[in-house]
């Protein structure tokens, strides 16, 4: 049964950073996370498949940095410069290739206020 585990969110003041992890049970071609606000669709905000290839929702190039470690089967969000705008659960995803069928982790909250 494939499980992913997010960890590592919490309640960060504006302009500060957060680093969220994903522990996932098996090998993937693409991991990710997205976030979900309420009353909002989930919504992407970055990808990266095994090659290292990624891709960023506008809203947080330049700020977020997702990068992973195919040996460990982890996948990791560098938060930057974290906006109220970002308060949200963010999900850990995953794909594997060919097979159009999508992976959830449970979530990890994630709130940005003074």
């Known amino acids: 049964q494939v499980q992913l585990v997010e960890s590592g969110g919490g309640l960060v003041q504006p302009g500060g950073s957060l680093r969220l992890s994903c522990a996932a049970s098996?090998?993937?071609?693409?991991m990710g996370w997205y976030h979900q606000a309420p009353g909002k669709q989930r919504e992407l905000v970055a990808t990266?498949?095994?090659?290292?290839?990624?891709n960023y929702a506008d809203s947080v190039k330049g700020r977020f940095t997702i990068s992973r470690d195919n040996a460990k089967n982890m996948v990791y969000l560098q938060m930057n410069s974290l906006k109220p705008e970002d308060t949200a659960v963010y999900y850990c995803?995953?794909?594997?290739?060919?097979?159009?069928?999508?992976?959830w982790g449970q979530g990890t909250q994630v709130t940005v206020s003074s």
């Open positions: 995803y995953a794909r594997r290739q060919y097979v159009p069928f999508d992976y």
């Open positions: 098996g090998n993937f071609f693409t």
């Open positions: 990266i498949t095994n090659g290292g290839s990624t």
